[in-house]
């Protein structure tokens, strides 16, 4: 199968067909497709599994499948160098915020872990992130909830925790120089 994409992906296809009418397996499906990059194809395919007719975006679970799966395992889409996977991911969040803010909270947690990522990629993903933090017009229980209080928490939260590196490295460092080797 890894020679011949085309027949994994019939593997894959017949395995949807036999089990389709089991909804545990079927996102497990999901998760396993979410996983792949054939050919050129990249971002179309993980488009193409959210339109899927077994893909509801009313239903957590199916899209934590297909999303969470792609940022945690599709390494090389979601970080994309074009920033492609960070925009993608943000615009799903954005879409899925409006009708269920508690799953966008959940998914948008990887693109909040950058700490240690190389200053030009964290500046990527602060980019996209400030890009979802749009005024939203919603109902009163989901502005409760609203994914831009938890951008701005997050974000306040990397700047207060490099402060106090800052301190607490300082802190060290002084100790080490002046009292450890003086």
Known sequence: CL????????????????????????EKWFEMMST??????????????????DVDYK??????????????????????????????????????????PQ?????ILPLTRFKNYSFERKNKIKYVLKSINKPVKTN???NKYSINFFIFVVLATFMIFNFFDM???NTFEYFLLYVIFP
Do not use: C, M
Request: aromatic share 10%; proline share 1%; no cysteine.
């Open 103 to 107: 799953a966008a909270a959940r998914l």
């Open 36 to 53: 792949l990059n054939i050919g050129l194809q990249g971002l179309n395919l993980i488009k193409r599994l959210l339109k899927h007719k």
């Open 140 to 142: 009163k229980t989901a």
């Open 59 to 100: 239903n957590p679970n199916k899209l934590r499948a297909v999303l969470s799966t792609f940022q945690r395992e599709n390494v090389l889409l979601f970080h994309a160098n074009d920033s492609s996977g960070y925009k993608f991911i943000s615009e799903q969040v954005a879409i899925i915020d409006k009708s269920n």
């Open 3 to 26: 020679a011949n994409n085309q027949l994994a992906l019939d593997y894959l296809d017949d395995f949807y067909k036999k089990w389709k009418n089991n909804h545990l397996v079927i």
């Open 167 to 169: 301190i607490i490295f």
